[in-house]
């Protein structure tokens, strides 16, 4: 895998592509986010080892959704198989795979003891008062208000973004490139700097995209005298923008990173998909490259 510089205007151009592979196969993404989210829900429902177990599984789902995407990409439809296929690869990938899944769960529990170190425990304490429904406005308002609390929100938002600069592109070079796990995490983020500019607008145009949702929808809504109901369409609004956020992943790696002979561009702009040898394809070459004693 070769690194590639891109302009910054490719930021635009992930977003648009994750909407429009996104609408070619809506239903195929939706259940495949659903299945997703309950995978979720079921590990935290594991005592002691679901949260660790859920989190060292992150990286895996982002290359299962970007495994998806290039499914979609090729016209067929992307099914809850993508979450597994990347473990039936060689060994030493998949047990890279593993290392970074570790390495995730341990940088991530890291963070959130720090900031918890750091607000008190002021965070919990939040989401306690805003689970429960009797709790009134001004003492939410109030608690957010608290400087502590707002530097361990600062910790959690900042460390947090640049934990996900060395986790954004690695799985898939393990998967695609084989490489291992600590030269995929360098390699991740030395492509996040160098296209810097692609992920700035990339960022911005996602922020965009939100803020103007919440204002048409909420212009709508109170005009139509149902301000109430705001909160029923923001829901799968959310969901569907999750979805397209994890289906345009693929499409910041594709830029960023080319495979020795290049990827080529499709009349409609798409990227035509990488192409990942099987392991009987891998043993085929292996055994044909193996010099013949004469």
């Not at 079921?42 to 982002?62: D, I, Q």
């Not at 030493?92 to 918890?116: C, H, M, N």
């Not at 070079?173 to 692609?198: D, E, H, P, V």
Request: net charge positive.
């Amino acid at each position: 895998m070769k690194l590639r510089h891109v302009a910054a205007r490719q930021g635009a151009l992930w977003v648009r592509n994750g909407f429009r592979i996104f609408f070619r196969k809506p239903i195929a993404f939706a259940m495949l986010f659903a299945s997703f989210l309950f995978a979720g829900l079921v590990f935290m429902l594991l005592p002691y080892v679901g949260g660790m177990l859920l989190l060292m599984a992150l990286p895996l789902a982002t290359l299962g959704f970007m495994l998806a995407t290039q499914t979609a990409l090729k016209g067929n439809s992307p099914t809850a198989a993508v979450f597994w296929q990347p473990l039936r690869v060689d060994k030493q990938r998949r047990l890279a795979l593993l290392k970074l899944g570790v390495a995730y769960a341990a940088s991530t529990v890291a963070i959130l003891w720090f900031a918890d170190a750091v607000d008190g425990g002021k965070f919990d304490a939040l989401q306690e008062l805003m689970a429960n429904p009797k709790t009134p406005t001004d003492e939410i308002q109030k608690q957010l208000l608290d400087p502590q609390l707002q530097a361990g929100l600062a910790i959690r938002l900042g460390l947090a973004s640049l934990l996900s600069l060395p986790f954004w592109h690695a799985p898939a070079l393990i998967y695609w490139g084989g490489q291992g796990w600590a030269k995929s995490m360098f390699f991740s983020t030395a492509a996040c700097w160098r296209n810097k500019g692609a992920f700035a607008v990339y960022g911005g145009v996602w922020l965009a995209v939100v803020l103007l949702f919440a204002v048409v929808v909420n212009t709508l809504f109170i005009a139509l005298g149902a301000a109430r109901l705001v909160p029923a369409a923001a829901m799968p609004a959310g969901l569907m923008f999750s979805t397209v956020f994890y289906a345009s992943l693929f499409f910041s790696f594709v830029d960023c990173f080319e495979p020795a002979d290049g990827p080529e561009a499709t009349a409609d702009g798409l990227i035509i998909p990488l192409d990942t040898p099987s392991p009987e394809q891998i043993a085929s070459e292996q055994k044909t490259s193996e010099p013949k004693n004469d």
